[in-house]
């Protein structure tokens, strides 16, 4: 990969111009990511959500709908998936160190995501542009819409299971 200098504000890199490659994960490494940062959009929104599971974990959100996900599972099955409320979105919990790295939620056969700033691995916090988010009310309809419009597109999970 050609790394270009560039981006004064943080530690990241941008790469051949296609935006910010973020790198984060879990803590003990058995769920990674990579997202690519649209290039025109700077910076990167970061909602602390009030629901009681994101008030618990302390899960802080980001997306873009340009933005490009990819998730590596080293070990699946400690992967702890758990849903609750509308249970339309699935919560990825790592089963060894539980953190939760990524939200994600599948409309009309597509994959979207959200993943938690407190993961990030190479973003200074400066990066982030911090606000809180309230969703209580809102119902499953607008939900929903919401979220195929703001939540990354582009989601692809690889994992392995040892056998
Ligand atoms: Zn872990």
Redesign the pocket.
Known sequence: MQLAAGCSWCSCHFSNGIGMNIKGG??????AYELEWPEDAPHIPARACDCTFCTKHGGVWTSHPQARLRIEIDDSN?VSVYEFGTKTAQFHV?A????VPMVTCVLEGRRYAVVNVNTFSNVEPSALQRASASFEGEDLGSRLARRARNWISDVRIAGRTPS
């Open positions: 879990c803590h003990c490494g058995n769920i400690a790592c060894k160190c539980g953190v």
